[in-house]
């Protein structure tokens, strides 16, 4: 059983601790018989004594329940083009208000994010936005939609559910960049918030997931179906091929084919290049060639629109009609040049309708970056 409401009604699920608006009480966990509480977000499960903090750091026990630690809190903002969560379908060439936190529920000995990721640092959370003033902050600046990303989410689901919600009141998209590495009950409550998500699918091999993560891939294949199945979200998948541990061909084509048959050949698969970080440097930098390999083995599996990232590569960049082959949207890193949609989202030249979320015409933020501070200094 896992505990929605407190035993403590003077401390309701979402109030914050005394004197602390960034601490707040959570939801999902459940005491056991050795007088540890059990965390019921992610399959991790920490069972933590007083006092204890569990692997990602920011979310802790402290009395008889479970705390938030980093509610409101961020380790900066950043107006990037949607194009780089990765997401090619959803809202091409508009500006996403970008955000993380600190800490994760997985523990890749490859992040490419690990000085966010990994931080048990306070001030890597110098930033301070609550929900409503990140919302209006997307709208003042042209922002089409907020991105919860550079650490996972799931670690802060409170602050990411509540924010996409104030969102929402503006007419303001939410945007997950995720591991997927959640249990049922929150799955539900994370994905009902959100308008588009990007899931890694790291390896289709529960060894890796064991030996490089410290997680398993089950629960991640469970919300890749889960969103699919039971959401209206769009999805985009990001597969970070590392050479060696996850590039084989007899992998890519199980997971090729797993992705067509369970969640349809539209999806869109993004194959990207991994760069030597953080506590893994036995494997070199990701080959072009090896990209081109994995989408050809994606297309022949049937999959209708994969990519690659990461690397210079117009032609894996862009976006082809399924119908006639026509050019739909060019993409030369992160900049839009040609565009082949109609005002409905189809091909121009056959008619062909392109899956994802599209408006009459693309967004012009170009590759753009940039920093932007928006509340107070902690
Ligand atoms: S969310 Fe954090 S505390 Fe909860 S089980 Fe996962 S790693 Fe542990």
């Not at 960034?22 to 019921?40: E, F, M, N, S, T």
């Not at 064991?210 to 891939?217: A, F, I, P, T």
Request: with cysteine; charged share 25%; proline share 7%.
């Amino acid at each position: 059983m896992t505990y929605s409401n407190p035993s403590d009604p003077s401390t309701p699920t979402g109030s914050p601790g005394a004197g602390d608006p960034h601490r707040i009480a959570v939801d999902y966990w459940h005491p056991l018989d050795d007088g540890r509480l059990q965390c019921d977000l992610c399959p991790r499960l920490c069972k933590l004594h007083e006092g204890q903090r569990g692997l990602c750091f920011v979310r802790e026990r402290q009395g008889d329940r479970l705390w938030l630690t980093s509610y409101g809190r961020s380790s900066g903002f950043c107006i990037d083009p949607i194009e780089k969560k990765p997401l090619n379908h959803f809202l091409p060439g508009t500006p996403v208000l970008s955000f993380g936190t600190a800490g994760c529920n997985l523990a890749c000995k490859f992040c490419q994010n690990w000085d966010m990721s990994k931080s048990r640092e306070q001030d890597t959370l110098a930033e301070r936005a609550m929900p409503a003033e990140l919302a209006d902050a997307a709208l003042r600046l042209g922002c089409r939609s907020v991105a919860f990303t550079y650490n996972d989410p799931v670690s802060f689901l409170e602050y990411a559910v509540d924010t996409a919600a104030a969102c929402r009141e503006q007419g303001v998209r939410s945007v997950a960049v995720t591991a997927g590495y959640i249990c049922d009950r929150p799955r539900e409550r994370l994905f009902g918030a959100l308008d588009a998500a990007n899931v890694d699918l790291k390896a289709f091999d529960e060894r890796f997931y064991y030996k490089l993560c410290g997680g398993h891939l089950k629960p991640v294949l469970e919300t890749l179906q889960y969103i699919v199945r039971e959401t209206r979200v769009w999805l985009e998948i990001t597969c970070l091929l590392i050479p060696g541990e996850n590039d084989s061909d007899a992998e890519l084509d199980a997971l090729c084919h797993w992705v067509a048959s369970e969640l349809g050949a539209d999806i869109p698969l993004h194959f990207t290049a991994y760069h030597p970080d953080w506590k893994f440097h036995s494997a070199p930098p990701t080959p072009g060639s090896t990209l081109q390999r994995a989408r050809a083995i994606a297309r022949q599996a049937g999959l209708h629109y994969v990519y690659t990232g990461n690397v210079h590569d117009p032609e894996g960049g862009s976006t082809w009609c399924q119908g006639c082959g026509a050019l739909l949207i060019e993409r030369d890193w992160y900049r839009l040049g040609h565009w082949g949609l109609d005002a409905r989202g189809a091909c121009s030249r056959c008619g062909q309708r392109l899956p994802g979320v599209f408006e009459a015409r693309p967004g012009d933020w170009g590759a753009r970056r940039q920093p932007v501070r928006l509340v107070t200094q902690a």
